[in-house]
């Protein structure tokens, strides 16, 4: 969750530093620091102040001597150790030459620091990062170059890193590494950045790099190279960033997230485009896994956390009914800890927006380490879950940069359901007529959303005539369900109101005991199918005196019988209906969050990449 970036050979290295920061806050985070190295000093600043953290650093820069051509920044969010400003990156060595910045976890950091203290090594933080900058000191008193040091010190510790390091006596020169964070290096004529995201730096670099698993990179003003654990050569991979710095600010909007809800219909029609030959039949042209093999699926096993999961969940009926194919969701950090049985025939699905979800890296290693074929559904190319499986769908959705996902989740539904009808037109469990009607119908969903989004002040009003309630349950049948999960986490993560979401049926087995006065029960009632029951369902709460929201349809009649509020939405098949659906959901929660003087895309104690188990 940690943002890092560095910079070698820049002669405005602070303002670097600080900018590159800037663009990471929207990964969350409760601290931030730089350190300035020059041949033989090394200074450093660092502030906790929250998600202020940055704006107190550019203050406390303001003392930074000049002439520092090299320099290391961090945003943290804290796992060891509370978050303050003892705590905050970069940690230090003894001798105060050393500076290192950490994201991940060092699991065996306990008896490492045993060690070092036994051998006179003094700490001042109760980080588990700061024994990497022991370790790399003991390996430079041992005559190392910082390079060695640094893969000196990476062989004894256990756990998840992307790791920067500088050294006071070898000032121009930044060693980094990686296993399993997310790092990047950047060159430019005669500079070279590191990040731990590419918009930290895409406005400075030229080209940009990708540093995979236990790959150490030195880097110097004239460029980088890299080797392996062993101190083995290797090449780095050149990333293809097809967006620019301008597709990572706000658009004129006051906050990301709004940019970001209404930039859906085009998410939507970016991911569909160009996924059908002249002959009908869907094609995916990341899709690596040969027609045979999606034949000879016998089940499909889904891993995601958060949004993702809700994705995933609604992925589970539409794979079901149209592919005719057992589907199991699993949340991923639960996957690999349970034993899971992966059979001949099994299909893993990861779904991330990032492609960089600690937990469901995680889960696709282990499916693949037990014999599973893996496929990624990913937001950005070249990410870890992309490299991870054996074929990947990007969901072209674009950059998103609030905390809380929006445009991400109809990206991943249309194409987990794109996917759904190509299993479908392998297995010939649909005519071709009924897969050329819903991938038609399919593709007529970014207009139905646009049409949600044009509701927006309807939407405003009526979360500002509940802005005083505090418990919020969320219901829904079939697809309704994970979309009413998505509506409670979106009102939960902005708004920080209680909000919990609940298949209707399960009302009657212990949810209903909390319905009284003052709570407000959120419907999602565009499923005719399921019409009756779920009416049935809302007349009991309100029978107990909640207050009724409904998401329905356009046509829906009956609706107004039981509900208080009704938010209207355009009808559409009932499996692209999340899609639409939520965008009442997410509408809601933002305008309840605004008015409630919630910082929308930065909400506490949250990070938009989760990289630490």
């Avoid at 309840?592 to 895309?601: E, I, Q």
Wanted: hydrophobic share 45%; glycine share 8%.
């Amino acid at each position: 969750m940690c943002g890092i970036i560095g910079v070698v050979g820049d002669t405005d290295t602070v303002s670097t530093l600080l900018s590159g920061l800037e663009r990471l806050e929207y990964r969350g985070y409760d601290s931030a620091g730089v350190a300035l190295v020059r041949p033989g000093e090394t200074w450093r600043a660092r502030c906790a102040d929250g998600t202020e953290s940055v704006a107190a650093l550019r203050r406390a820069c303001d003392e930074a001597p000049a002439g520092f051509r090299s320099g290391i920044g961090h945003t943290r969010w804290a796992t060891h150790g509370a978050p303050e400003a003892i705590n905050a990156h970069p940690h230090l060595d003894c001798s105060g030459h050393v500076a290192i910045i950490h994201n991940g976890i060092i699991e065996n950091h306990t008896e490492l620091q045993e060690g070092l203290e036994a051998r006179g090594h003094v700490f001042t933080s109760v980080t588990d990062s700061e024994v990497l900058a022991h370790l790399i000191e003991e390996a430079r008193g041992r005559g190392l170059d910082l390079l060695d040091a640094v893969r000196d010190a990476l062989g004894v510790v256990r756990g998840a890193f992307a790791l920067a390091a500088m050294d006071a006596t070898e000032s121009d020169v930044i060693v980094a590494a990686r296993r399993i964070s997310p790092l990047v290096v950047g060159t430019a004529a005669g500079v070279t950045y590191l990040a731990s995201d590419v918009p930290a730096i895409l406005d400075r670099a030229s080209a940009f790099y990708a540093v995979n698993d236990d790959e150490v990179v030195r880097l110097g003003p004239e460029g980088f190279r890299a080797v392996d654990l062993e101190g083995a050569p290797v090449r780095l991979r050149q990333l293809a960033i097809d967006w620019d710095l301008e597709t990572a600010e706000k658009g004129g909007h006051d906050d990301f997230m709004t940019k970001e809800i209404l930039e859906q219909p085009d998410a939507l029609r970016a991911t569909l485009l160009d996924r059908r030959r002249p002959d009908g039949s869907i094609t995916f042209d990341e899709l690596r896994v040969s027609d045979d093999e999606l034949r000879a699926v016998k089940r499909v096993v889904l891993v995601a956390a958060g949004t993702s999961h809700h994705a995933a969940l609604v992925a589970k009926y539409a794979i079901e009914r149209w592919a005719r194919l057992s589907v199991e969701v699993d949340i991923a950090s639960e996957y690999r800890y349970r034993d899971p049985v992966v059979e001949v025939g099994t299909l893993v699905i990861g779904v991330s927006q990032s492609g960089e979800t600690i937990d469901t890296i995680q889960a696709v290693r282990e499916a693949k380490r037990r014999g599973a074929r893996v496929v990624g559904i990913a937001n950005i190319v070249d990410s870890s879950l992309a490299r991870e499986a054996d074929a990947v769908i990007y969901t072209r959705a674009g950059l998103e940069v609030s905390v809380a996902s929006t445009k991400s989740f109809v990206a991943q539904v249309a194409a987990l359901e794109l996917l759904a009808l190509r299993l479908a037109q392998l297995r010939q469990t649909l005519a071709e007529s009924e897969i050329d009607a819903l991938v038609r119908g399919l593709g007529a969903v970014g207009t139905l959303v646009e049409k949600a989004l044009g509701r927006r002040d309807e939407v405003a009003a009526l979360a500002l005539a509940l802005l005083d309630a505090r418990d919020f349950f969320f219901l829904g049948r079939h697809v309704g369900f994970p979309t009413a999960l998505e509506g409670a986490l979106k009102l939960k993560e902005i708004s920080y109101r209680h909000a919990e979401g609940y298949p209707a049926g399960e009302l009657k087995h212990g949810p209903l005991a909390l319905i009284e006065p003052g709570v407000v029960v959120v419907a999602v009632a565009t499923d005719l199918a399921l019409h009756e029951k779920l009416l049935s369902n809302l007349a009991e709460v309100k029978a107990r005196g909640a207050t009724v929201v409904a998401v329905a349809t356009d046509d829906d009649e009956t609706i107004d019988s039981v509900a208080d509020y009704v938010l209207r939405v355009p009808a559409t098949e009932p499996m692209f209906s999340p899609m639409v659906d939520v965008v009442a959901l997410q509408l809601f929660a933002y305008a309840m969050a605004r008015g409630l003087g919630r910082n929308v895309d930065r909400p506490r104690n949250l990070a938009k990449t989760v990289t630490v188990e």
